[in-house]
């Protein structure tokens, strides 16, 4: 499977199932999506009527670049075919019972009350509270004891707003730190807060135990305080960005992601981009928001070619900024073509529900912090482990290839099937499709491989 | 005609040694609300 796509003034051709990159020229790109469907005395003369002016388009050139194309395909890097179905699935029945991760929902309440917030300000529909030590303590066990030989256990100290229970976690993190010698372990943590109750400690605490800090901004001000506000209504901007400012720069402007929501009221969202720039920023992260389609901040058919054209700004703009040496990186256009994830990771699936769970502030398991609140996903506990297996294996059952839609999609390589949660929101099924998201999904692929395509060809200059 | 190929990870020979489970899962880091594992890093030292 391939596919082909013109952007950034450049035609680029994936070879899906080896995950080659091609950049090529007109021609050459009308030829490979030519070459399967006809032969190549078929394709010379089609060839021949679409450039009758272009004295380089001869009968030869077309056949020599035939070959080329024909020695790809034999090299296993174009029109390669899809030979890993029976892979699917055999990465997590090979690693079943192993977790390594954890969502710790370390307090359900927060300090804001933003309405477009998908855990219902931080209450997951449920009643306010916060995770006690001994909770917290049994997680960490617990992930402990079935993380099989892993050596890397991630912790995200999520919420509603971690740092309303702060105390808790340095007493974690230093519970974590005092076992994970013995254990072999080696805990990565991550802080995602609002900023509203950042202060020296938390950045001095942060900055020595956190792997990675991801901080609540929307961008611009108005758009920002449009639903980042207090229980008065009062815009947090303000605020929270001289505190965002001086948390970074302690960090050594390193390991950290700025990350805002963009909804209906701000499909234009590379304007939020550039604020975050100004304010001087550069590691920085954009997620449409997630929300019921009835919900008035839901991005509608029509936000959606606006959305799609401030990604292509989005890569361009970062393209630019790369030549110009001033680069930033925007979080779903990281992408390591030459050693990113191995093919088991990329028809496993996301992982919810098997390697990752969420954890609420009462120790039950959840499969991930998007399903906290809904009863019958709940797992089982950290007390008691995982008891309710038939949903387990539902998750367990999820990979690329469990649906059906995925199967002849370009982009499954890249996304893994998507996002259980936000497919179960869109369709009632964990395996079905979110197909609005899977449409920025693939926009996002096409610009990000475009990016490193063409920095990887300035680099050649 | 000219066909340029970028160096890039092949994906079947990532069926060899791959697998270790080691990489963070995908909705880690900055995302926690839209699923995609194409920017994750490889943590497996024995496959590079």
């Known amino acids: ?461 | 005609m000219k066909i340029q190929t970028i160096e890039t990870k092949n994906l079947c020979e990532s069926a060899v040694n791959g697998g270790c489970g080691e990489c963070q899962t995908s909705c880690q880091s900055a995302c926690k609300t839209s699923c995609g594992i194409a920017n994750q890093q490889c943590e497996n030292k024995v496959e590079e």
Not at chain 1, 348 to 356: D, K, L, V
């Open chain 1, 1 to 461: 499977m391939i596919h082909s796509y013109k952007l950034g003034g450049m035609n680029i051709v994936l070879d899906i199932c080896s995950g080659s990159v091609h950049v090529v020229d007109d021609v050459a790109f009308d030829i490979i999506n030519m070459y399967e469907a006809s032969d190549i005395k078929g394709i010379t003369e089609e060839i021949l009527k679409k450039y009758p002016d272009d004295p380089e388009v001869t009968k030869e050139e077309i056949e020599e670049c035939c070959h080329q194309i024909e020695e790809l395909k034999k090299a296993n890097k174009l029109f390669t075919p899809d030979t890993f179905k029976p892979m699917a699935g055999e990465l997590k029945k090979r690693t079943s019972g192993v977790i390594k991760a954890l969502c710790l929902h370390i307090a359900h309440t927060c300090n804001l009350n933003c309405s477009y917030c998908f855990a219902s300000q931080g209450k997951y529909h449920g009643d306010r509270a916060v995770m006690s030590f001994e909770v917290g303590k049994r997680a960490l066990d617990f992930l402990v004891e079935n993380s099989g030989t892993r050596r890397n256990l991630e912790v995200d100290f999520f919420g509603g707003e971690p740092l309303m229970n702060f105390t808790v976690v340095k007493q974690l993190v230093d519970y974590a730190r005092s076992i994970e010698k013995e254990k072999g372990k080696n805990f990565r943590f991550t802080l995602t807060t609002n900023g509203m109750l950042v202060d020296d400690d938390v950045i001095e605490y942060s900055n020595r135990e956190m792997s990675n800090v991801v901080l609540s901004l929307d961008g611009r001000k108005e758009v920002h305080d449009r639903f980042r506000v207090d229980y008065q209504g009062r815009g947090s901007w303000e605020q929270i960005v001289p505190k965002f400012q001086k948390f970074v720069k302690a960090r050594d402007n390193k390991n950290y992601y700025m990350r805002g929501t963009f909804t209906h009221a701000n499909p234009d969202f590379l304007e939020d981009i550039k604020t975050m720039l100004d304010l001087g920023f550069t590691e920085l992260s954009m997620e449409p928001v997630v929300c019921a389609a009835d919900d008035p901040s839901a991005l509608t058919e029509e936000d959606k070619s606006v959305v799609m054209e401030q990604y292509e700004k989005l890569a361009q703009l970062m393209l630019e900024r790369h030549r110009e040496g001033k680069p930033f990186t925007f979080y779903h256009y990281m992408i390591d073509l030459k050693g990113g994830p191995c093919i088991y990771k990329r028809v496993s699936g996301c992982g919810s529900g098997t390697e990752y769970m969420a954890v609420t502030p009462w120790g039950d398991l959840y499969p991930c912090h998007q399903f906290v609140g809904e009863e019958k996903f709940k797992l089982g506990s950290v007390f008691e482990g995982v008891t309710n297996t038939e949903i387990q294996d539902e998750f367990m059952s999820c990979n690329v290839y469990s649906r059906e839609e995925c199967n002849d999609c370009w982009a499954k390589l890249y996304c893994s099937g998507g996002c259980a949660a936000n497919a179960y929101h869109a369709t009632g099924s964990v395996k079905g499709v979110y197909s609005y998201g899977c449409d920025l999904f693939k926009k996002r692929m096409e610009c990000a491989i475009m990016l490193e395509a063409a920095k990887t060809l300035d680099g050649n200059k």
